[in-house]
């Protein structure tokens, strides 16, 4: 079973160049089309937590290093 996962994307350090969501082998994210940062540009966003499996390609294509990943711990 794939470990879980959750990420954060920071709203003001992302541009939306959709690096992320093009690497997402679980098309977990999105770039955001409804709303915008201060800077005027769509952002990306975790859209299904769910889907995500800490795999960390998002934090790593990501030229602003606007994500972290976290991996869920498993309750025993």
């Known amino acids: ?12 350090g992302c541009k ?22 201060s800077f005027g ?8 937590e769910d889907k995500c499996i800490a795999c960390l390609n998002c934090a790593v294509v990501c030229p602003d290093a606007a994500i972290t990943v976290y991996r869920k711990i498993k309750s025993a």
């Open 1 to 12: 079973m794939p470990q879980k996962g959750y990420v954060e994307i920071s709203i003001e």
């Open 16 to 37: 939306g160049c959709n690096l992320c969501v093009i690497s997402c082998p679980t098309d977990c994210l999105v770039l955001n089309t409804s709303d915008t940062n």
């Open 41 to 48: 540009l769509h952002y990306a966003t975790l859209a299904d």
